[in-house]
């Protein structure tokens, strides 16, 4: 499991697996959020299982499924309440971490410019491609 700090409360990975979530629970986490759809792949756990797992441990697990390639404005609203009614810190994944990683972005624009949230996830190894820029400057 590849944890990126997108900031000190909330990270970014790609799918987890049972066996990581003790691991999690113990790097402090109090948040899990799985933005990967069940049945993208035959091999992936369920969100169900890795709820109840995770809640087991202690840990809160959202289910907010994100599209491959779907992302929109409205998704990184969602994730920004989300994030303000949960508890800290937060680790969100999906297949790869880069759809958490758009959506965080998304969700960020009301207090970080553009520049700063490219260089947030870029630093950590993902991109954004300009449209996903372009709805980060004009998310109010």
């Keep these: 499991m590849k944890i990126h700090y997108l900031e000190p ?5 790609p799918q987890i697996e049972h066996t990581d979530l003790h691991d999690i629970a113990q790097l402090g986490f109090k948040t899990i959020i799985c933005n990967r759809p069940d049945g993208e792949h035959h091999e992936q756990p369920s969100q169900q299982q890795l ?7 202690g840990l809160t697990f959202i289910y907010l499924p994100l599209q491959n390639g779907q992302i ?3 998704d990184g609203r969602q994730l920004a309440a989300t994030i ?3 508890e800290l810190p937060i680790l969100a994944f999906c297949r790869s971490g880069t759809r958490s990683a758009i959506a965080w ?3 960020n624009t009301a207090h970080r410019s553009a520049e700063e949230i490219r260089a947030c ?6 991109s954004l491609n300009s449209c996903y820029i372009e709805q980060a400057h004009t998310l109010d």
């Design 9 to 13: 409360n909330f990270a970014v990975s």
């Design 51 to 57: 709820a109840q797992l995770a809640e087991e441990l």
């Design 72 to 74: 929109q404005q409205a």
């Design 84 to 86: 303000a009614e949960t």
């Design 105 to 107: 972005a998304l969700a």
């Design 121 to 126: 996830v870029e630093a950590q190894g993902y």
